[in-house]
């Protein structure tokens, strides 16, 4: 099983009172409802950074295109998923 560590945090009153009530309703502690926040938030955060650094080596690393030809390329997924959608309607 993963070890965990403590951590401290301050809450205010009504933010607080809701994870009292959470808890309750779930019969988790304040712990639990903290500890699964945290990592969503984390797993989060996590996910979205690495979309963003792999942007930013794609834009280092591979020729970038203009925007009308971003468009072209826009126009014709569209005109493909359309397609595509009225040949499933046929």
Do not use: C, N
Not at 33 to 40: C, G, H, K, P
Not at 44 to 63: C, T
């Amino acid at each position: 099983m993963d070890s965990t560590s403590p951590i401290t945090t301050r809450l205010d009153a009504a933010t607080l009172e809701t994870l009292d009530r959470l808890g309750e309703r779930y019969d988790r502690s304040r712990s639990w409802l903290v500890a699964q926040a945290v990592r969503q938030f984390v797993e989060r955060e996590a996910e979205m950074l690495a979309i963003i650094e792999e942007g930013e080596r794609s834009a280092r690393e591979e020729p970038l295109i203009s925007h009308e030809e971003m468009l072209r390329l826009i126009d014709a997924k569209r005109a493909e998923l359309r397609a595509r959608r009225d040949k499933a309607a046929a």
